[in-house]
């Protein structure tokens, strides 16, 4: 079964940092691009990055990049999103996501919330 976990969310001031961890399991971890996602309250669901399998390759959204970088240690299964110079705008749903075997699977979501 595919699961994924995100945690390290929480309530941080403008200008800070937090990093988020996604646990994966079920499936071939290093064999699979990841990526990131957010939703904000009242806005669809938008992208945040992706990463490859190997983890030298990331993108991420020219509105974010500079500020958030995605890593993956495959060893650990695990996927993270650092964020710094955190502002309210990034305030979300944090999730992360797999496309294995024709289908999309997503994890719970980790809330960011951004406020002084």
């Known amino acids: 079964q595919v699961r994924l976990v995100e945690s390290g969310g929480g309530l941080v001031q403008p200008g800070g940092s937090l990093r988020l961890s996604c646990a994966a399991s079920?499936?071939?971890?290093?064999?699979?691009?990841m990526s990131w996602f957010r939703q904000a309250p009242g806005k669809e669901r938008e992208l945040v990055g992706t990463i490859d399998s190997t983890g030298a390759n990331t993108n991420v959204a020219d509105s974010m990049k500079g500020r958030f970088i995605i890593s993956r240690d495959n060893a650990k299964n695990t996927m993270y999103l650092q964020m710094n110079l955190l502002t309210p705008e990034d305030t979300a749903v944090y999730s992360c996501?797999?496309?294995?075997?024709?289908?999309?699977?997503w994890g719970q979501g980790t809330q960011v919330t951004v406020s002084s």
């Open positions: 079920g499936f071939s971890f290093n064999k699979n691009a």
């Open positions: 996501s797999v496309r294995w075997s024709y289908s999309n699977y």
